[in-house]
Nanobody, 124 residues
């Protein structure tokens, strides 16, 4: 059974950093494209970053220049390091994957398996 579990969310001050983890079970994560999305209250779920099955990385508008995605195959985990956080980064962050998607996509419709989400709050 494919399962994704996010962790690492919390409260951080503006300008601070936070690292999120997405740990997989039921499949070997390194063969899959893994994406991070986020959803703020009243807004659509949007793509943040993605690492493809061949380790190509993509950053979408929200993340460019501030976030870094990386994969640790030994731990079956994908990380999202978020720096210089802003109040508008406040959202529930989700990781997602699907079968047969070789390249990154920022479209939530492309993904079938989702974690439960982790809350990130940026506030002073």
């Amino acid at each position: 059974q494919v399962q994704l579990v996010e962790s690492g969310g919390g409260l951080v001050q503006p300008g601070g950093s936070l690292g999120l983890s997405c740990t997989a079970s039921g499949f070997t994560l390194n063969y899959y494209t893994i994406a991070w999305f986020r959803q703020a209250p009243g807004k659509e779920r949007e793509g943040v970053s993605c690492i493809s099955s061949s380790d190509g990385v993509s950053y979408y508008d929200a993340a460019k220049g501030r976030f870094t995605i990386a994969r640790d195959n030994a731990k079956n985990t994908v990380y999202l390091q978020m720096n210089r956080l802003k109040p508008e980064d406040t959202a529930v962050y989700y990781c997602a994957t699907t079968k047969g998607l070789a390249d990154c996509s920022g479209l939530k419709e492309k993904y079938d398996y989702w974690g439960q989400g982790t809350q990130v709050t940026v506030s002073s």
